[in-house]
């Protein structure tokens, strides 16, 4: 059973010591923010890796959820121990070692009970789900309908709107996506295990997660969401996806970003060198920083040849003509400065999904 403690799920599992299933089992819902969440794990592992205890996180009933609706959230789960616990900030198929889990000297499993403490903290709310929708939807019985697939083998749900590619459970608007990356890399999954459909879903969602962090605008792209994919492929790749080619799009991200954050600094550099080079010709335009002054005199020549009584009265101006345009420093700058705002530009171009996969 498992209990709400604020933000936290607290689900302890009797007679774990003793269950042999090799299905993965649930805690019951609670509710957080305004949706229902639960634990999945599979005591005996997931089948694509047998020897490490899996835990996951999830919203319950997830296939019933309106399009379009998402949680940001941040959340760790624990398993407890006296004094101390193993956790994580993701779910994770290689949570800890089945054999440690086990084994009376570490204290994890109590008298046959594991105790499992979850916290759950929903950052961001895209999309609205009414509770009496949300259990209407639920009790609703599941209509399945074949539809003609030679190649990938579709079952849908009409009520759920889940369809299932290639043995991956995934929501109707993936669809074209998911078969997408069949179709480019067909031997993608091969040597993936695992049975669970939950588990195939998790990881399939970690796959369009990543693609499309890939397919996000460089500004966009921050340090966090770097970190995050590669926890995703790291995931991926354990569980046996062959992703290399989604690795050397992940590098060549990278690399742009990089690109980009050396570039942004150089024009930074180089626009406060224009912006000094005008503040000195402003000064000098207003006199502040002229140390000697320039002579400038009109007069009549061969004067020491005129007559002593020599006279002429006259009415006079002396203009002195700024030259037409900027100093070569500012002309050059100016130059390089436009050079550098088009590397970054070009860094700048955002990926496509055609372009990533």
Known sequence: MAKQDG???VWVIKNFSSLQS????YSDPVLIGDCK????ACPKGDGNIDNYFYLFVE???????PSGWKRFVKFQLNISQPGKSVSCSWGFQTMIPLTKLHDKKKGFVVDGELTIVASVDVLEVIGTLDASEESIESSRPLKKMKLSNDDNNVEASSVKESIVVNGFQVLSSQVESVRCIFERHPDIAVDFRAKSQHIRTTCMSFLLS???TLCKSLEEIS???FVDANIA???LKDVNFKVDWLEKKLDQVKENKEKEQSALAQLQETEESILKLKQKAEEQKAGNQVADHFSLFLQVVDYKSLPSVWRRFVKYRLTIVPQPGKTLVQRKLDALAEEQKAVVS????????DDVV
């Open 233 to 235: 492929l790291t995931c």
């Open 59 to 65: 919203v319950a009933d997830d296939e019933s959820l």
């Open 22 to 25: 090799e299905e993965c089992i």
């Open 37 to 40: 969440w639960r634990l999945c």
């Open 346 to 353: 070009a860094t700048r171009t955002t990926l496509s999904f």
């Open 210 to 212: 990543l693609i499309e």
């Open 223 to 225: 340090n966090e969401d």
């Open 7 to 9: 933000k936290k799920i």
